[in-house]
Each structure stands twice: as structure tokens, then as C-alpha cells.
């Protein structure tokens, strides 16, 4: 046999065994929005700013108090909550549910890739922002800090196959989970409430790199 | 090498190859619910029998147009349907977002098995029935007429594993997905709402058992 090729698979089998010792928490996303300042303040009125209901994982963000609606041309959402904290551009993320519910057609998207996406209405308290873009259904992805994504072996970009609800009925394996690498991340597998549920996965519940 | 262990991966190659070149039709399961003749004439009235909306891919089956509602401890949900016929047991079917909204813990099961399942509350224009047990999250399963299983060559009861949304952003593998095999019935993978939008899959959309 090709010594070149043994080394390889070897390696391969290696690394599989290194990833599979570490889970990779989940954490589920609910529909959410970002917004600009500006986009906040329309809502919101101009002398108001956004106050933290509680953190999420990924440091220094948050889940604001201020809540708005999400109106679409076949229906409504409302109760829909700001991630903060502000961002350079306004971005509103749903299921696959939620966008039948609006009668809207998003593409699934890496946040903050917004060419060619729809765009939906906002009502807040004090006004109202029709965005033009900036609305996507998340593609899947997991959240690593620099030196997590060391210790994984994976790369800013790069896609990986997920195992999620090992051991249950609704073990699955996802594709494609997209890989972001940053300083400020924190290791955290994100799904939206859908996916979760398809693989009988709850916030904190283990993932495995396959 | 070990001839017979080499004939049964030849064996596995080619099961594989062949699979791979049979696509099973995607059929998504809105909540839904079976009943006895008895609970559906609680619920219309003694004079009523079910009247046909529109047929589903089962053979024999159908949607019907008369409504009711489901009644859990945290909230309810309005415009149920029944599939009928009748049947020697009542069943109520929901998607794991539809149990948070009743407030409701419901086994992931096999149509049927129902021993140790929670009950429900059904609310209908003319009378309620408190099921004590029949509440399910439908495992995931592919209906095959006896000739296709076959073709496949699965047995009832088997679980294999299918993939969904090929080559699209959402592509999965959902695992122990239950053969069910049965002259009156036709090939059909039974994925809930949330399954099939986590995968990206419409009605009729292929899936693969790999």
C-alpha cells in the first residue's frame, strides 16, 4: 500500500478521535434581529438606547429588553427581541416557520452576508423601519475562539459535518455547519429553534465534529 | 484478505449504489390526530362522521374538514385535523414546538405505541374528550408497499439512516428512521414540519437511505 495514503488515513482516524472527545454545546437561537443605532432609535425614539435583558454566550452580547414586531406581507410576528449590541447593519433572522408565517422567502445565510436578501418591515413603539435587505434564515455554524479552533484543527470558513442527539431517537448528522473563528467567540454550536428540535437537542446539549 | 469478509463489503457497496438510485418521496406531517369513531362523535355529535377535505399519499387515507382543538396545561391549539378513517385508537401527533406551546412532554413513538404516553384535551363544537394517553412526537418512518421494501431490501421494523436535502445548504442525515412495511401502503418518508425545514425539504422532495 501507498505509505503516503496509510499516513493520511491514519491521521484522519486521529483527528476524528480528538473531535469526538469534544462536545461541542449547543445553544438555540430563537428569531432574532440586529440593528444599527440609527435603526434602533427609529423604533425606539432618539433618546432611547438598548438595555440588557440577559447575556447570551457569545461575550459581550445580549438579549435587549425592547421588544418590536416583524410584519410581513401574509402575516405578523411580534415580540421579537434585539442581540446586542448595536451593529453597522440591520439584520433579521428567522425560521423556516416564521417565514412562511410572514410570507417572506430569505436565503439561508452567514450572518452579515446580506447581497440579494429580502428585506421586511419593523414596527416599533415610536416608528417604523422598512429595511430593503438583511433578511436570512442562519445557516448553521459554530462559534470558536481562537485557540478552540486550534484545538479542533478547523480553519475561519471551513465546513464541517456535525453530530447532534447522539444516542437518541433523533440522532441526526448535519452538513455544511459552517465554522467562525474569532477572538471573541466562545465554542458554541448554533442552531435555530427547528433544527434544535429535528435533532432533540436543548440549549447547553453536547455536539460532536464528525 | 478474508474472502467472505471482502464478498460482504462487495455485497454492501452494491446495496448502497442501488439505494442511492431510488429516491423516497418526502410527505410532511402537519399536527394531526386519529380517532375512534366513539371520540369523534363526542366531539361532532352522534348524528356526524368525518367528511373528506383531501386525500393523502397513504392509500385509503385522508384530511378531513371538520375541526377541533387541542387543550394542554400552558396553552391551546385551534384548527386541528383529523386523518381518518376511524381508528381503534385515538392518537394526537405534534411537532416538539407545538408540545412547549401546550405544556405538554410527549414520548418520541411509533404510531400505535402508545403505553406511558401523556393524554390531551380535545375540544370540539359539539363535546371535549380527555384522551388519558395517546400524545406522541411521531418517530420519524418510511411507509413501503410490500414490493418497494423489496426493492429496497428493508424489513418492517428496521431502522436505517436517510439523507435529506442533498447537496443544498441544509443537507442532513437523520438516523433510525423506522421501516414500516405494509400491502396498503405507499413509498412516503413521514418527516414533521421542524425535520423537514431543519433538512430544507418541501412535500415531494427527494430523500436518499444511505
Redesign the interface.
Known sequence: MDETLVKAMVEDIKLREERSAMPVPVGISNRHVHLTKEDFKTLFGADCDDTQLKPVKQPGQYACNELFDLEGPKGSIKGVRMIGPYRKYSQVEV???DARRLGVEPP?RDSGKLENTPGIKLVGPKGTVTLTRGLIMS??HIHFQTREAEAFKVKDGQEVRVLCGRGT????????VLCRVLDSFSLELHLD???A????MKNGDPAFIV
Open positions: 425560521s423556516a416557520a439561508i445557516k448553521r431517537e433523533r440522532e441526526a448528522i448535519y452538513e455544511r429553534v427547528e433544527e428540535n429535528a435533532a432533540g
